[in-house]
């Protein structure tokens, strides 16, 4: 299994909305808006590495999101 984060900055007043929305792609275990220079940090558990890049293409297509950092966990 592969674990990421995947941090999320949101237009202003779209945090909410796109947590949830976060929450529903596959492959997502939970997302939570936290304080800081991103709005949302999301945690993916999948089976490649090309799963979470295709997770995070599908995050940085819902509309609200400004911009994604992906970051693999290596242990």
Do not use: C, F, W
Request: hydrophobic share 45%; glycine share 6%; net charge negative.
């Amino acid at each position: 299994m592969v674990v990421a984060y995947i941090m999320v900055k949101a237009h202003t007043g779209d945090a909410d909305r796109l947590r949830d929305e976060t929450e529903t792609v596959d492959g997502v275990v939970s997302a939570h808006i936290v304080a800081g220079d991103v709005d949302i940090i999301a945690k993916v558990d999948v089976d490649s590495p090309a799963d979470v890049k295709d997770i995070a293409k599908s995050i940085r297509d819902l509309d609200g999101v400004e911009n994604t950092q992906t970051y693999i966990a290596m242990g």
